[in-house]
């Protein structure tokens, strides 16, 4: 037993307690070893984060660790004893213990490694902000209907898809760069990267692919104009937005103008990259214009939780609501124009301003109701009416788009063209609109009451035989005037 003793301490130089080694059962085989090392790097957490509110901060948060080739390779180098020791110490440690099952070995570092890729596979969604990327591919694919037809599907499949992936790297890269941030704020804190799920190099990698593959789909099945305005989004969001979420509350304003770009990049694959249209420049204000008051009212529910991260958001620095509340009613006033200036420029007909009174009425005045009482339950209510807004408003631009024309449906050898029967179905809903017109039921039907001639209604064919009437009437008026005197 001294013999034994002695080989165990001269070849591990470990101390010891009593007459056994604390070492010789822990680390019987090099392999094990490592493979405790990398269950221990799974399984540790770390302490309270340093938040500015660390009171607040419960729980325990995974560390960001991960075991290196090289710290495998310095722990085996402090752990190999000369040739010599090494036969005598596994001679005592298997009179011990008994030999090592490298077969279960194996089978542990197979399931730790098939963990890890479920973990990952799961938090992909997270990572990418699967829902923000949807409303993101939503905006996109407006603006490429609101072009009008005919529709070219691949290059639409390739504009959503292209978009969806941009989306999904920029959301990447700004978990990545927020981990700290993330952890300190109770909404955050369980995203994958916070709790360990996934390690940063591994999201990093994620990012990198979705960002590449996504401006790569977007030149190859739209045009180079779409494709740099996607990468550059992500740019705009990961670096500058992200950047200056700590530094200035002019964040939300850089923030308003990544989600203008998306619609817009839907116009151009659309047109083959016309970025300077007035439609282009319609769908990017609505969306820039949107985003002030369904952020503010969001931020106002999360200010303490804002405050916590050390973010610089209007609402954390405006503990009375006065700001908030006036950008928030600025902001929607700015957007009720929207239908009355692209009718009035003639991007859509008349009838979108009519529509667009009902439902900017609704948001001014839930946004009345924040400015009176600024209250959490309020600030919702903001949230959600913008929530619905949006897609209605966007619906109803590319309804009313001078851009779609009225088609009748089509078939080939028995097919129905399904764009011709989106065009009638387009047409049809038109004309029930005109159909219920106070104007057109009350005051502009004729005798016989087949003609539409409601102002609200008229298309550039019926405004243009309208002016033509106004200028030959008052031509006769004023030569009639003529002759009297």
């Known amino acids: 037993m001294t013999v034994l003793r002695f080989a165990r301490q001269s070849a591990f130089s470990v101390p010891c307690v009593g007459n056994r080694s604390v070492a010789s059962r822990e680390k019987a085989d090099l392999g094990t070893t490592l493979i405790w090392r990398k269950r221990r790097a799974f399984a540790s957490f770390s302490s309270t984060p340093p938040c500015s509110d660390a009171g607040d901060s419960t729980g325990n948060h995974a560390q960001q660790v991960g075991t290196t080739v090289g710290d495998d390779a310095s722990a085996a180098s402090k752990l190999k004893p000369s040739s010599a020791r090494l ?11 008994g030999p090592v099952d490298l077969e279960a070995s194996g089978r542990l570092t197979t399931a730790v490694t098939s963990s890890a890729a479920s973990d990952f596979v799961k938090a992909v969604p997270e990572l990418s902000k699967a829902k923000l990327s949807a409303l993101v591919v939503s905006t996109s694919t407006a603006g490429f209907l609101a072009a009008g037809g005919p529709i070219s599907y691949p290059t639409l499949a390739a504009c959503a898809f292209g978009t969806a992936l941009c989306s999904s790297s920029a959301s990447t ?89 998306p619609p817009v990049m839907g116009w151009t694959a659309a047109t083959g990259g016309s970025l300077l249209d007035l439609e282009a420049a319609f769908l990017g204000g609505t969306l820039f214009l949107w985003q002030f008051p369904h952020f503010f009212a969001l931020s106002w529910m999360h200010r303490v939780d804002y405050a916590r991260g050390g973010f610089q958001m209007v609402p954390v620095n405006d503990p009375d609501g006065d700001r908030t509340a006036d950008l928030i009613t600025r902001y929607t006033w700015y957007l009720s124009t929207v239908p009355l200036a692209s009718s009035a420029l003639g991007v859509t007909s008349s009838m979108f301003a009519v529509e667009g009174v009902a439902l900017n009425a609704y948001a001014l005045y839930v ?54 029967w989106l065009h009638k179905k387009a047409s049809e809903l038109r004309h029930f609109g005109r159909e219920h017109c106070v104007h057109e039921i009350v005051v502009a039907k004729d005798e016989v009451g087949s003609e539409d001639k409601c102002p609200i209604a008229l298309g550039k064919s019926k405004a243009k035989e309208a002016s033509d009437k106004g200028v030959e009437v008052a031509s006769v008026v004023v030569t009639n005037l003529e002759t009297e005197k």
């Open 367 to 420: 946004a009345k109701k924040f400015d009176d009482e600024r209250s959490n339950s309020n600030a919702r209510k903001v949230f959600l009416t913008s929530l619905w807004y949006l897609p209605c408003l966007m619906t109803l631009f590319i309804l009313h788009s001078r851009k779609w024309k009225d088609e009748e449906e089509v078939k080939e050898d028995g097919i129905i063209d399904f764009q011709a």
């Open 87 to 97: 036969s005598s110490a596994r001679l005592s440690i298997d009179a011990h213990i």
């Open 173 to 261: 890269f700004n978990q990545v760069f927020e981990i700290e941030r993330d952890r300190c704020m109770k909404r955050t804190r369980h995203r994958p990267l916070v709790k360990g799920a996934v390690s940063p190099v591994s999201a990093v990698a994620l990012a990198t692919a979705t960002g590449v593959g996504g401006g790569g789909l977007l030149l190859a099945g739209t045009d180079p104009v779409t494709a740099a305005l996607g990468v550059a989004n992500i740019g705009l969001y990961a670096g500058v937005y992200t950047s200056l979420k700590t530094k200035s509350e002019i964040n939300t304003w850089v923030g308003a103008v990544v989600g203008a770009i």
